[in-house]
């Protein structure tokens, strides 16, 4: 069960296994139920945060309710619900960056860091997908490049293939499918500004929001993410940091 029962919340019910059992000893609500009597049973089941494909990924949920006594009635007696289908969708999470330098130092950008007037400075700006649990299908991750920013037709991509459209000035990652046994994908393009004289003191924007956007297989789903607009502030870029402001 992809269930992290560590965190889980049983409201006071009593587990065995996958079964949860509340009674009058947990419950006083159900010690004596009269009629018109209402009451509710509220637990949390949190889903673990990496499922591995030993877990189930689709589990039913299942009421059943005995009783020792109904009415002047004392035959034991039993109502059970029908199940209830819970299918998951699949463990999908998107990242981007932009970058001057990886992580190990290597530089993967070129030009003047600060940028400076006049003078061209590339950067490389990474999409990152994680996936498990299901194959994707209809992969896209697409962002938008301000006029300033010149497309320097540089791009790699796992899977798929990175394109870029110049009257709407949309840069598009596209895959028709990610399988599942493929947990990380990764895409990348450069893009470089000349800055001009009223930059000067300013950061500039590189990229608008990049928007990812899959179709769960098994589910049917639609998943999508997002993250939020680059500029030469590259804050995740500890070669880089600190050196974003156009200079003369």
Known sequence: MPINWNKADLADGKRSGNTITWDKQTTGLLKNIKPEDTGAIDLSL??????NGSMADTIFVKLITSMDRLGDNTDPKSVESNPVKLTFDSNTSFSAEARYFLEDGQPVGSGPLPPSVGQSTTYRVFF????????????????????SVTWVDKKQAAIGNVSFNATTRTVKWKADKIPSSISEADAWFDVSIKPTSSDV???VKLTGTSAFTATDSKTNSTISQSVESFTTDLTNDDGAKGKGTVTK
């Open 201 to 203: 003191g300013k950061f």
């Open 46 to 51: 949190p889903i673990v945060s990496n499922p």
């Open 128 to 147: 990152h997908i994680s996936n498990s649990l299901h194959e994707l299908k209809n992969v896209e991750v697409t962002t938008s490049l301000p006029s």
